[in-house]
């Protein structure tokens, strides 16, 4: 019997391929986004209680950088998490199962990814 097995279980010098880093960065938006959706409809139910509470929201979201980098960050999370979830729903059809075209499409679901981050924050900070 050859022991063939890692030696090294560093987990900080292993380098993960792209197929991989792009599903775990799925599924880390993924809570993000179930996490921030109970923050939203809290924010909603605050903001449909008066119409002074909408105005004392809507002064935060123009006003308040942590507020703006939240909303940022949320809307930075779901857009990612939507370029994924095509990602692997074209997957799911059967194109672009290998790893040369896994790495293709990990690619333009990131390059997606920022895209709709930096029109999150054109609409957050315009």
């Known amino acids: 019997m050859s022991d063939n097995r890692p030696v090294n279980l560093d987990l900080g010098t292993v380098s993960f391929p792209i197929t991989a880093i792009v599903s775990i960065l ?7 986004s ?3 959706l109970g923050f939203l409809l809290c924010a909603l ?3 449909l209680s008066s119409p002074e509470d909408y105005y004392v929201l809507a002064n935060a979201l123009n006003t308040n950088f942590i507020a703006q980098f939240v909303a940022w960050g949320l809307l930075t999370a779901f857009g990612y998490y939507c370029a994924a979830t095509v990602k692997h729903l074209i997957q799911d059809f059967g194109f672009f199962e290998d790893f ?3 790495k293709c499409i990990s690619w333009a679901a990131i390059a997606v990814g920022i895209v709709l981050s930096v029109l999150a924050g054109v609409l957050v900070w315009a």
């Open 34 to 36: 179930w996490v921030g």
């Open 45 to 47: 139910c605050y903001v």
């Open 26 to 32: 799925h599924r880390i938006c993924a809570v993000i």
């Open 100 to 102: 040369a075209g896994g």
